[in-house]
């Protein structure tokens, strides 16, 4: 695995020292113009060190290579859950149906009981939710920290649908919802 840290585009003489850190923007408007972009919520799952499940809500999941299939996760460095993952070397990203709000809320609180989540399992250990609409069982490939997160890249070892018939969860605005399976295309469009 691959470690690299990226720090952010330093231009000598071009920025000042506040701009270089990143703080010319502030966290505050910076979450708020990011959360004009629509995702959808992801339960990403490894195994602690006594191999019991261990995850965390993320929205940060994107898709990064076809071939080979790789995906990225961006997860805080003040994580719990980023131990467990960089310890297992697996994680599996489970997509989440628009009726596991529940879930996905206690899951980001810590308050998830995993005893009461069905799950299985697939190529890794990696824990994979039954009623998720579907979910990738990936390899951690590369570890990059950039500013306060790490981006994971995970290499899928399988994928696959559960829930195909059920509509998504998605954040927007920093507020659940969901998003039909498809929408009209206007004429001539
Ligand atoms: C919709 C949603 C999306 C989130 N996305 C991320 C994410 O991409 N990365 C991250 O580190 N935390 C994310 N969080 C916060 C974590 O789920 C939460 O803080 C989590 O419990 C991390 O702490 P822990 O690993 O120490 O338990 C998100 C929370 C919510 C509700």
């Not at 992801?42 to 809500?57: F, K, N, Q, R, V």
């Not at 069982?137 to 920290?145: L, P, T």
């Not at 649908?161 to 295309?185: C, S």
């Amino acid at each position: 695995m691959r470690h690299q840290t990226i720090h952010p585009p330093a231009e000598p003489g071009t920025l000042n020292e506040a701009e270089v850190r990143g703080t010319a923007v502030p966290p505050a408007e910076f979450r708020s113009v990011m959360s004009a972009y629509t995702t959808g919520v992801c339960i990403a799952c490894s195994l602690d060190e006594d191999g019991a499940p261990s995850g965390l809500t993320v929205n940060s999941f994107t898709s990064v290579s076809l071939v080979p299939p790789i995906v990225s996760l961006c997860i805080g460095l003040g994580s719990r859950t980023l131990m467990d993952f960089r310890r297992a070397g697996v994680f599996a990203v489970n997509i989440l149906a628009v009726d596991q709000i529940p879930l996905a809320q206690a899951c980001a609180a810590r308050e998830l009981n995993w005893e009461e989540v069905a799950l299985t399992t697939w190529e890794t250990r990696a824990p994979i939710i039954s009623r998720a609409v579907a979910a990738l069982d990936c390899r951690i490939v590369a570890d990059h920290e950039a500013g306060d997160h790490a981006i994971l890249l995970g290499q899928a070892a399988k994928v696959g649908w559960l829930r195909r018939d059920v509509a998504v969860l998605t954040y927007h605005r920093g507020r659940y919802g969901t998003a039909p399976p498809e929408l009209e295309i206007p004429p001539g469009a």
